[in-house]
Every structure is written in structure tokens, then in C-alpha cells.
Nanobody
Framework: QVHVVESGGGLVQAGGSLRLSCAAS????????MGWYRQAIGKQRELVATVTSGGRSNYADSVKGRFTISSDNAKNTVYLQMNSLQPEDTAVYYC????????????????WGQGTQVTVSS
């Protein structure tokens, strides 16, 4: 099976920084992409940032210039450096990994972590 585990959330003051980590493990032949999504209370889950195995990244407009996504392909790990955090960034942040399974040929599947809480105080 494929497992996705996030870490690094916490409580910070407005203007502060956090670095989230996400590691994918298990029966993985290849990771196509990994990314971060977030869901605030009363809102739908939204894309924050994604990066492909080839290094292409994209960001939500709301975090451009403040957040940076990076990856370590050898470790099947993705990071999200969050700077200049604001109260509106408060949410549960979820990691997603889109992978090709070792035993399932070229078919790709997405797997979600359990989330890590980020709280930004004003």
C-alpha cells in the first residue's frame, strides 16, 4: 500500500513562517506529482501548490510569493515553506501524492495524508 504522512504544522503569529513536510512510502514505482491542499473551517478544500517529478510547480494565487514548494525525489518527499503567514492561511493542510504503483503498470492513483493543522494568530 501507499502511505502519505505530513508533519510540521503548528501555531504561529501573523508574519511568521512554517515548513511542512510530506513523505510518501510503500509500493511506489514512480511519483508523478505531489502537492499541498488546505481546508479551512466552513470552506472547501483548495489547491495550495503542486510539483511534478520533473520539477514543474504551480501555486494558488493567494500564496504566490509567500509559499515555496520543493521536493526530494530520492526520498519521495515534498516540502512547503510558508512565509509571511496570515490568519487567512489557517487551515488543515493535506498532502497528496499521485503515483504509479509497482504492481499496476502505468495506471496512476492519488493518495492523501491525514493533514496537519496550521493556525496563524493575529
Amino acid at each position: 500500500q501507499v502511505h502519505v504522512v505530513e508533519s510540521g504544522g503548528g501555531l504561529v503569529q501573523a508574519g511568521g513562517s512554517l515548513r511542512l513536510s510530506c513523505a510518501a512510502s510503500g509500493s511506489i514505482f514512480k511519483i508523478n506529482a505531489m502537492g499541498w491542499y488546505r481546508q479551512a473551517i466552513g470552506k472547501q478544500r483548495e489547491l495550495v501548490a503542486t510539483v511534478t517529478s520533473g520539477g514543474r510547480s504551480n501555486y494558488a494565487d493567494s500564496v504566490k510569493g509567500r509559499f515555496t514548494i520543493s521536493s526530494d525525489n530520492a526520498k519521495n518527499t515534498v516540502y512547503l515553506q510558508m512565509n509571511s503567514l496570515q490568519p487567512e492561511d489557517t487551515a488543515v493542510y493535506y498532502c497528496n501524492a499521485n503515483v504509479i504503483r509497482e504492481t499496476l503498470g502505468s495506471a496512476s492513483f492519488s493518495y492523501w495524508g491525514q493533514g496537519t493543522q496550521v493556525t496563524v494568530s493575529s
